[in-house]
């Protein structure tokens, strides 16, 4: 499917969940094929996801949504090291941590 858009010659690729449900290999190696494509063919990539974590390793700059309202957009860096949003903070809490203790669940904002 993707060599297909690629085709086109695009300048932006729209990779909405490319990884979801895939192992952490086959992930992997996906995300290099596609990293190595853009600076080969010099496109743009947009990811959608809902995998936090990857996105930090392979986005120059991140926005984060709520309730379909972009809360926070900033370079990768900065969403990692001084989110500003509340939600951003919860967010990235709540993933495990390889080293260190786990997060808390982060629900909806306003959720009981």
């Known amino acids: 499917m993707i060599a297909m858009a690629l085709l086109l010659e695009p300048q932006v690729v729209i990779l909405d969940e490319p990884t979801t449900a895939l192992d952490v290999v086959v992930q992997r190696g996906i995300l290099q094929q596609i990293l190595r494509l853009r600076g080969e063919l010099g496109f743009a990539v947009l990811f959608i996801t809902h ?15 709520l ?30 941590s390889l080293t260190g203790e786990s997060g808390a669940f982060v629900r909806s904002v306003g959720a009981p």
Do not use: K, N
Not at 51 to 65: H, Y
Not at 86 to 92: C, H, N
């Open 51 to 65: 995998d936090l974590p990857l996105l930090l390793e392979v986005a120059d700059r991140i926005a984060i949504m």
């Open 67 to 96: 309730d379909g309202q972009i809360v926070e957009h900033a370079s990768a860096e900065q969403i990692r090291d001084r989110p500003q949003h509340r939600y951003t903070r919860r967010l990235l809490h709540s993933f495990p």
